[in-house]
């Protein structure tokens, strides 16, 4: 069963970056044709693709993000990692990390992060 866990801070300043983690197990990060997404919902929207990371690295942005957003991995602890600058209160979301495998099939329970001063 392949589970993901999203960490990282929960409050974040305006203009700083935020940066998360997404933690795999159950399964490679480096499993053949799988991405591995960032998706954000803020209070009273829908679900925002921000960009994902493919098993083999290759990097892949919304538009919306890709300015300021940068996704990385550590295969060796087997993690993707976001990182989103120059926040502001818009910014405010619950961001969960998936696999998408034709499909987003296994999804992290989410975290919230709240920009505020």
């Known amino acids: 069963q392949v589970q993901l866990q999203e960490s990282g801070p929960g409050l974040v300043k305006p203009s700083q970056t935020l940066s998360l983690t997404c933690t795999v197990s159950?399964?490679?990060?480096?499993?053949?044709?799988?991405?591995w997404s960032w998706i954000r919902q803020p209070p009273g929207k829908g679900l925002e693709w921000m960009g994902a990371i493919s098993y083999s690295g290759r990097t892949y942005y919304s538009p919306s993000f890709k300015s300021r957003t940068a996704i990385s991995r550590d295969t060796s602890k087997n993690h993707f990692t976001l990182q989103l600058s120059s926040v502001t209160p818009k910014d405010t979301a619950v961001y969960y990390c998936a696999r998408d495998s034709d499909g987003m099939d296994y999804w992290g329970k989410g975290t919230q992060v709240t920009v505020s001063s």
């Open positions: 159950g399964g490679s990060i480096t499993l053949n044709d799988c991405d």
